[in-house]
């Protein structure tokens, strides 16, 4: 019996995945076992930004270690149609206030412009009774890029 490998997908198309998506899993390295949470992410077609509260295990765990494993997919609900992409690289703050807010921003139009529930605001640091442009205004929550990354696995279904 022949083994069937998933094939690999070109730059082009992982790309395009992580452009068109807005939801990832970042695996931290907790104690004993990886620490995975989701995250809402922005992506400027060089770096992806992430947005997190100021507490929580995720901080302990970046401060202790900052290398990550990032993962974004895209399927459907019968796994006909299926593709993913994870990244191993190294979180940082992003410090610069101008940097901050231009990122904050674009959390803003990604909540927009995708039509998003407020109820994400929570996850976010916000009240979802908070308008949007408030994470902008406020710094709730700490901006992580993901830099360096080293190694990339991007698979699709056949």
């Keep these: 019996m022949e083994i069937v490998k ?3 997908m070109e730059k082009r198309e992982y790309d395009k995945l992580i452009e068109q998506g807005y939801i990832s899993r970042i695996a931290f390295q907790g104690e004993k076992y990886p620490y995975i949470a ?4 922005t ?3 060089n770096f992806l930004y992430f947005l997190s509260t ?6 302990e765990y970046f401060k202790k270690s900052p290398y990550v494993s990032v993962e ?9 149609c299926y593709t993913f992409v994870t990244m191993q690289g190294l979180l940082s703050e992003v410090t610069d206030s101008i940097d901050k807010k231009i990122v904050r921003e674009t959390f803003v139009n990604l909540i927009k ?8 605001l929570a996850a976010l ?3 979802p009774l908070d308008p949007p442009e408030n994470i902008a205004r406020e710094e709730r929550s700490l901006v992580w890029r993901l830099n360096g990354v080293k190694d990339l696995v991007a698979l699709k279904n056949l």
């Design 6 to 8: 998933i094939p690999r």
């Design 38 to 41: 989701p995250f809402l992410y």
């Design 43 to 45: 992506f400027d077609g």
């Design 54 to 59: 100021k507490y929580g295990k995720k901080i």
């Design 72 to 80: 974004v997919e895209k399927y459907s609900k019968d796994l006909s």
């Design 113 to 120: 412009s995708r039509n998003l529930s407020m109820n994400i």
């Design 125 to 127: 640091g916000h009240s």
